[in-house]
């Protein structure tokens, strides 16, 4: 059993245990997947929010459903949706939910080739983090998940409840748009 294996194993053994309302093993998720949600619910709510708020009631509403998932391995994508479903309630509660349709985003006519070079992101995360939050929310939260947190596309697809091929076009037109306020960036 290789490394990845072993700890998908040892993690669903984790999620088990939590739906049998094992305290300690609740604390475990928490304790492993805290980061990545509170990364991921700033990424798609900016920073007007009161983080604690939204967090509590993102593992709060894990908590109460846990007993309900069906596939403990599918726990982090599970979890996702249900931390996407907040931050949008969130939005929606302080009336700045506005998300715009594919054909209202500007696009850039040439063909993406090579991808980014991951160096100069890396180098520029900052520039790249500002840039994040300048997108639409569609845009914002597809390259968060894809390319922040890792997700493939059928993940994706399920937190977002799409389909891939919406998934595909989301990312090639945030892509699109992120390139083209990076290259207005240098350019200034």
Known sequence: MSQVESDAARETLVVLRAKDRDEEAFHELVRRYERRILY???RILGSDFDF??????IWMKVFLRITTLDAPE??????????HDVAIDQLRKNRRYQVGHIGDTPTVEAEISGGWNERELLENAE??????????LLHREVLTLRFLEGL???EIAEVLSCSIG????RIYYAKSAMRKLLEASYDE
């Open 152 to 154: 493939d596309l059928s």
């Open 166 to 169: 919406t998934v595909k076009s």
């Open 40 to 42: 991921y619910s700033h």
């Open 74 to 83: 599918a726990f982090r994508v599970w979890l996702y949706k249900i931390a």
């Open 127 to 136: 520039v790249v983090h500002a840039t994040l939050d300048r997108l639409s």
């Open 52 to 57: 604690a708020d939204v967090l509590q009631e």
